[in-house]
Antibody, heavy 118, light 106 residues
Framework: QLQLQESGPGLVKPSETLSLTCTVS??????????WDWIRQPPGKGLEWVGN???????YYNPSLKSRVTISVDTSKNQFSLRLSSVTAADTAVYYC??????????WGQGTMVTVSS | SYELTQPPSVSVSPGQTASVTCSGD??????ASWYQQKPGQSPVLVIY???KRPSGITDRFSGSNSGNTATLTISGTQAMDEADYYC?????????FGGGTKLTVL
């Protein structure tokens, strides 16, 4: 059974870079045909797609975040990562990693809360 | 950029049918998915490819998508169905979510 687990600092200072990792277990991140995604949810608000990566390294990003987002993959560790630069309080959110199948997200991590504050 | 619009809230009496709509330009030409999210939990996929239910999802959940509107229908609504519901679609290699609908079972 595929499982995803987010990890990373829960507190980031304004203007710094947020870094999170998603560890995939129960399956290989290199499985062909799958993208691996990041989605976030500010407190009390809706879901916002951040971007995704294919195991080969090709990426797509939310146009509203594209200038600040980098998603990378480490197939040797079965992990993919998110970096979001120049963060502000508006980037405070629960960050989820998720795996899409048939254009829907059928597997989600438990989410990790990241607060941007000095 | 592509947008999906949902009503902020929907109320339903126990045992009745609830409908949650999601509107977007030519949404019927895309696949719509629906997620249920309860407080403090990760979203759960309840409908994908407009009408399909993942394994383990009750058949009280059904979906449709035509024209500019996708609809999630919950029949025989129960207290346990009270949650936030989000629609989602893909547009030009990007993912779009609706703003979410809070379903209240009165």
């Amino acid at each position: 059974q595929l499982q995803l687990q987010e990890s990373g600092p829960g507190l980031v200072k304004p203007s710094e870079t947020l870094s999170l990792t998603c560890t995939v277990s129960g399956g290989s991140i290199s499985s062909s045909g799958y993208y691996w995604d990041w989605i976030r949810q500010p407190p009390g608000k809706g879901l916002e797609w951040v971007g995704n990566i294919y195991y080969s390294g090709s990426t797509y990003y939310n146009p509203s975040l594209k200038s600040r987002v980098t998603i990378s993959v480490d197939t040797s560790k079965n992990q993919f990562s998110l970096r979001l630069s120049s963060v502000t309080a508006a980037d405070t959110a629960v960050y989820y990693c998720a795996r899409p199948l048939s254009q829907a997200f059928d597997v989600w991590g438990q989410g990790t809360m990241v607060t941007v504050s000095s | 950029s592509y947008e999906l619009t949902q009503p902020p809230s929907v109320s339903v009496s126990p045992g009745q049918t609830a409908s949650v709509t999601c509107s977007g330009d030519k949404l019927g030409d895309k696949y719509a998915s629906w997620y249920q999210q309860k407080p403090g939990q990760s979203p759960v996929l309840v409908i994908y490819q407009d009408t399909k239910r993942p394994s383990g999802i009750t058949d009280r959940f059904s979906g449709s998508n035509s024209g500019n509107t996708a609809t999630l229908t919950i029949s025989g609504t129960q207290a346990m169905d009270e949650a936030d519901y989000y629609c989602q679609a893909w547009d030009s290699n990007t993912v779009v979510f609706g703003g979410g609908t809070k379903l209240t079972v009165l």
